[in-house]
């Protein structure tokens, strides 16, 4: 799959949770802590993209290792999950994940209702 076709399946992806998130009452504009779940088979690879989101402030990323071996990132941002701006930062780290060679697993938050 080339990067633009990972794109437009990843925006897909977004607007399909953002429309199950509206049906369940989510108040899109309103800040909450959203996470961005990656996954690695190399530690370094995992460390390498931990290293590099919080260096640059990008959030904080915190690594954790399965019993199956493989690697979990989970990059944590406190924010809105308005349209255009969880479809951007959605995409801005599947690019992430394609220049650090890891898989990009998506975004999820808890449901914020009035």
Not at 86 to 93: E, K, R
Request: charged share 25%; glycine share 8%; with cysteine.
């Amino acid at each position: 799959m080339t990067l633009f076709d990972l794109l437009a399946h990843t925006a897909q992806l977004d607007t399909d949770l953002l429309r199950k998130n509206d049906s369940l009452g989510d108040m899109f504009t309103t800040p909450r802590e959203v996470n961005f779940d990656f996954e690695s088979m190399e530690r370094e690879r995992a460390e390498d993209l931990a290293e590099f989101v919080n260096g640059k402030n990008y959030g904080v990323a915190e690594i954790t290792e399965s019993e199956a071996g493989r690697f979990l990132i989970v990059v944590l941002i406190t924010m809105p999950i308005t349209q255009h701006l969880i479809g951007s930062v959605s995409g801005f780290m599947l690019c992430l994940s394609r220049i650090f060679q890891v898989d990009y697993q998506g975004w999820g938050s808890v449901v914020q209702k009035p």
